[in-house]
């Protein structure tokens, strides 16, 4: 880059063009909106056919379209603004350089030299000639800085000295101007979808490409950017947010949405399309993985004879291949389903008046992470924050989400107000009955965010009322609730637990809600609450061990209709109706189970 071609340069004309992809970007946004949360949805609520399923289906693709297009006008939005930002600091040191060079009666040419007036040092008799001096950039080598040191001060011409400063400064600027003009200039070029109106997953892993080089290129702008509160509290996190101005707010959306979607107390339409974007860039680059992969051979099993009896074991072929692919395959493909489930919980807005969802967090790493709530809970009157238990993963959070669904007719079919039930995986949920789930670790590491996410849901409150929450655990997720009321403060109004092993605390006073407000399910025919009693039960040290079924716990015996462990939130059950009465501020309407007949030291 040139020196005229520098100083012609003017930051707000960069700037500009980056708030207008933004608006573009946001009128992307609220059309994707209106089509999945109102056209779509009113469809899915009062027609039925195959032209409404086709009709959803093209206006699936459409909202396609549009998601795709406000991530990719929100990656040229920040990139503008990111390459504004480094050209702009070499436009100010040029403008510095030039300004200081004329004070000193200096002349800058056009091709970057430096002119200076004669002169002479105090004391000499003769007053030099001025001339012409050309700048060297960055002068890191100390053998030619000390050169240049030495001709400075051997100059008759004291000028000389002041001219090489203003000419090293002028080359330094324009170094720099041009090393960003060719860092951006192809991650710019970059940002061009295909010229197609179908948004594929080879679209989105591009997208995720993209967003890695913006991000690259753009570290020191937004490095320059408010910081994200470090190891701060939901409610410093929800003031950071709002301390930055929608540009800023863009930039971390677009560079770091995984760290934004991942913020317990931020508003949730935040955290929703930060994970959004997230979830989808995954899905594509993690299926384009698995397409590119060898598929398992379809001879998995072999049969042998050891002895005298024949064995049946893997075909040579199949281990070769499972060595190479197998761990990452089934890796793949567990995240794929989960991303598969959470995108069908979006695609059933409206159905049977299902509000629409949010996705508070997501992680498809390992055994993911995932937070799906039903109706915003920033502005519902009442909240439930369920977390499942032993064997929960990302592959598997469909069937949780789908509870969660039923939960959400029931409560919000009892008038008292709006509803939001959230499904909230943001824990390692052991994953083997046997060898994992009798440990507590697993409750004791996950608490704390539990915690953080209800303290979260109080930060990020977008009306004057306070919500009624319920805390909801299945099987060793009332576990993680015990050892969250255990641990810290449990921000919950009401505490349901189904099927529980025990919640490490002996009373049902311990777990840090109202007197009366802690309710316990367990259905006929579930062995887990006393297989579990002795792993995870809560003890005063002079008693048993004791869990929530347990009538010396002091829970509400809810009444049971179902049966087994997996069944609480049947559709049509008294089981998932007297959990919605809870819910929904109405437990005094809940049906109890009779108490047992006392007989000492039993429940």
Known sequence: ????????????????????????????????????????????????????????GELKELSKNFHYAQTECGLVSTALNA?????????????????????????????GSVGFPPGSKPGAEKVEDGGTVTGSAGM?????????????????NPNYGKAIGFANRIADALKEATEADAKWAPKLRALKADDDLKVTDRDWADAQSDMGGVKDAGSSYLNSLPQPPKDGS???NANWWKGLTPEQQEAWQSLRPEAVGALDGLPSTVRDEANRVVLAERHGAYQMELDAMPKPPANEWTWITAGMYPSKVHTDEWMEWHKKYGDRYEQLNKSLNGMNAIQDRFDRTGLKGLPEAYLLGFNPEKNGRAIVANGNPDTADHQAV???????????????????????????????????????????????????SPFSHYANDG???????????????????????????HSYGTTLIGSAARQGDLHADDVIVAGSPGVQVPKAEQMDVPKGHVWNEEADGDPVPDIGRFGHGGTDWDGPWTIPSDQRFGANQLQTDTEGHSDYWKEGTESLRNQGLVVAGKGDDATLKPPPNPTPGVR
């Open 386 to 436: 369920y977390v499942p238990g032993t064997t929960s993963n990302i592959g598997s959070i469909g069937g949780d989400i789908g509870r969660m669904e039923n939960l959400w007719r029931v409560a919000n079919g009892q008038n008292n107000g709006s509803v939001s039930t959230i499904t909230w995986l943001g824990y390692d949920a052991p994953q083997d009955i046997v060898k994992d």
């Open 447 to 473: 608490a704390p965010a539990y915690n953080r996410f209800l303290d979260g849901l109080d930060a990020s409150r977008a009306v004057d009322t306070d919500p009624h929450r319920t805390a909801i655990g």
């Open 83 to 111: 390459f504004a930002f480094d050209l702009g600091a070499a436009k100010r040191k040029l403008d510095a350089a030039i300004a200081d060079a004329q004070a000193a009666n200096c002349t800058v040419h056009p091709n």
């Open 140 to 156: 890191d080598d100390p053998t030619a800085n000390a050169l240049e040191r030495q001709a400075i001060n051997i100059h008759p």
């Open 1 to 56: 880059m040139d020196l005229e071609t520098l100083k012609a340069f003017k930051q707000a004309e960069y700037e500009e063009a980056a708030d207008g992809y933004r608006s573009v970007g946001e009128a992307a946004s609220a059309a994707k909106d209106t089509i999945d949360n109102q056209i779509s949805s009113g469809i899915r609520a009062q027609l039925e056919g195959k032209a409404a399923t086709a009709a959803l």
């Open 234 to 236: 939901p409610k410093d």
